[in-house]
């Protein structure tokens, strides 16, 4: 009997390595490790095939082994949070083994060399995609001023450094389906013409590096990487947010302080070494395999007005069903919240949802009813960014997370340009003194005066953005801040 | 144990990357001695500031010994939303050190994080390459207990 158990760290951070074991010392159970399927309240997740596919035991304990399989397990596909998403980029999550090439495929990389590189920019662009890093930049625009530029070597570079506190749907892809990283990143090469390329992933990740090493090095010996077509190599992170953000990535990739680049000139045209350079974030690279093999106008046909396609959204913090949850875009916030988070957890009450990591907006209730799109979010005060959404409870202190989120940024900052350097501090200190009691009006005005420099005076999204969670906390709950 | 010299005579790259370079002698003797600075400047064919810049600049480089285990404890959005202090208080407590500290026994380095990706798992630590999630003020000092 087969028994699939999850290899992602997820899984494993709550036990899956254990009830693997526990499987291990049976007779007749093969055990499978897969990627997994983003559910990850149901984990330790055990799944087994049956005539009419895989079921599902929830929360095993290695102590249940092999008692459980006495019991009837779960449908997966009847499982509401699985039966209502639309899964396409993690299709394969929960699926397939991570790194069995013959199950993944490679059938878009195959179609995608036969294609003139024209055809395919042709295809990206029709596809709408928007880069899912968190910045939303037509994704077949940017590869297009690539293969325009002029410069050689070109270069493609995957940003796998997900800072954003939150989020998580980079690492299930470089852990659960490296290949589909692999393979939109080759398709991209052809696309503009670039040979080599690099994965920069984040210190913090090492199942991640690992399970991406070996993906490349299986893809290199298969002969799916060649030096005649393109190679791929991996660059670890060393804990700096800043290095999510492109051009402080190739500063880092070259080896040097994080620091952030004044644009233009954009790495389209000088990135890596001064040289022409794709770099898009995990999932959107992930997106492209599907993009050539259904087309553009399908993706396009996905989706809001301005906002094409699908959106992995991840839902953690105060919520019942933390997970993974792939939907078009047009969901409003509080059906992600209901109908997949399955809403707070039993005890605590809805306080605020935070959406887009440490730089996002903090949303109260009263803004649930927003949209997940890129239009309305922004009409809304906020950030889609990598879509990570984070629910606080009311036992949080609003006061209390804002100065969190400007140690963070002050923390984090790389010190290129004086708005946001001085001003998290600044910003820090104001926060710290009002957190102790001290605070007065003159301070939240000081604060939000503070915020609008950095907002506009920043030279990249950190400083940029940094002021947005602070001062929508104080908008929605200025009462925390008068204390 | 390998050493500064080691590391630096087998990882030459063209052109140099100083990064690369402070991670593989990190990994090599679990820290970058201040003090070899000017050998891996020289190595390098790049100034000592060059490479005390970058030393400085990323979180995960460090300038003293570690402990045998490093334990990073997440202070990501949604670990604060599941209320990791109190966690943190109960670990701070129990290995007698505050957050970049070494505990008294030498076991443990800890570290503060923001996110190991975990987040649908909150609260979340990292003790050397293996995360562990869903632990709470009564329970997470049992995790230490895997690591002599």
Not at chain 1, 238 to 263: D, F, N
Not at chain 1, 290 to 313: F, N, V
Request: aromatic fraction near 8%; proline fraction near 5%; include cysteine.
């Amino acid at each position: 009997m087969k028994v699939y158990i999850s290899d992602d760290s997820s899984a494993r951070a709550v036990g899956a390595d254990r009830v693997a074991a526990a499987f291990g010392r049976i007779k007749d159970a093969e055990v499978i490790r897969t990627s997994a399927r983003g559910a990850f309240f149901l984990e330790p997740l055990v799944e087994i095939d049956t005539s009419r596919g895989r079921a599902g035991y929830p929360n095993v304990q290695p102590s249940q082994v092999p008692a459980l399989l006495k019991k009837e397990p779960a449908l997966i596909s009847k499982i509401p949070f699985f039966s209502k998403q639309t899964r396409f980029t993690f299709a394969n999550a929960g699926v397939t083994e991570p790194l069995s090439i013959e199950q993944y495929g490679f059938k878009a990389l195959k179609k995608a060399r036969g294609m003139d590189p024209l055809k395919i920019l042709d295809e990206m662009k029709k596809s709408n995609l928007r880069g899912r890093g968190g910045a939303a930049f037509p994704a077949g625009v940017k590869w297009q001023t690539t293969r325009e530029a002029d410069g050689e070597p070109k270069y493609v570079v995957a940003n796998a450094d997900e800072g954003d506190p939150g989020a998580y749907s980079d690492r299930m892809i470089i852990e659960g389906d490296p290949y589909r990283l692999i393979e939109g990143m080759a398709i991209c090469a052809h696309a503009v013409g670039a040979k080599k390329g690099y994965v920069y992933i984040r210190g913090e990740y090492p199942a991640g590096i690992s399970k991406m090493r070996n993906a490349i090095a299986h893809a290199a010996d298969a002969g799916i990487l060649d030096h005649a077509f393109f190679e791929l190599e991996i660059f670890v992170g060393s804990g700096a947010y800043i290095c999510g953000e492109e051009t402080a990535l190739l500063e880092s990739l070259e080896g040097k302080r994080g620091m952030v680049r004044s644009k233009p000139p954009f790495p389209a045209v000088q990135g890596l070494w001064q040289k022409p350079t794709v770099i898009n974030n995990v999932v959107t690279f992930a997106t492209v395999p599907d993009i050539i093999l259904r087309g553009g106008d399908w993706h396009s046909s996905l989706g809001t007005e301005k906002s094409k396609g699908t959106m992995p959204l991840q839902l953690a913090g105060q919520i019942r069903q933390g997970g993974l949850v792939e939907v078009p875009f047009g969901i409003t916030l509080e059906e992600v919240i209901e109908n997949f988070g399955g809403g707070m957890p039993r005890g605590s009450r809805f306080k605020a949802v935070q959406v887009g990591g440490p730089l996002g907006s903090i949303f109260p209730k009263s803004l649930l009813k927003t949209r997940i799109c890129f239009d309305e979010f922004a009409g809304a005060g906020g950030i889609l960014g990598h879509g990570g959404i984070v629910v606080y409870d009311d036992q949080t202190d609003m006061a209390d997370l804002a100065r969190h989120f400007m140690e963070f940024t002050a923390d984090e900052s790389c010190g290129k340009c004086t708005p946001c350097r001085i001003g998290s501090m600044r910003a820090k200190e104001i926060l710290e003194n009002i957190c102790k009691g001290h605070g007065t009006e003159k301070d939240l005005a000081l604060l939000d005066e503070l915020g609008d420099t950095m907002k506009l005076g920043s030279l990249c999204a950190l400083g940029g953005l940094a002021p947005m969670p602070v001062q929508t906390a104080i908008r929605y709950f200025g009462k925390e801040f008068r204390r | 144990m390998l050493d500064v010299a080691t590391v630096l005579q087998q990882h030459k790259s063209s052109p140099p990357n100083i990064l690369a370079t402070l991670q593989k002698i990190q990994e090599a003797i679990g820290y970058v001695p201040r003090g070899k600075i000017p050998e891996i400047a020289a190595a390098l064919g790049v100034t000592d500031s060059d490479v005390a810049g970058v030393l400085s600049f990323y979180h995960d480089l460090r300038t003293h010994p570690p402990g045998r285990h490093i334990l990073r404890f997440c202070l990501g959005d949604s670990c604060l939303a599941t209320h990791c202090e109190k966690s943190l208080a109960v670990l701070e407590e129990k290995l007698g050190c505050k957050l970049s500290g070494v505990s008294r026994d030498k076991r443990f380095t800890l570290e503060k994080v923001y996110c190991l990706g975990n987040c649908a798992l909150s609260p979340s630590l990292m003790i050397d390459d293996k995360v562990h999630g869903r632990f709470t003020p009564k329970n997470v000092a049992t995790i230490l207990r895997d690591y002599r």
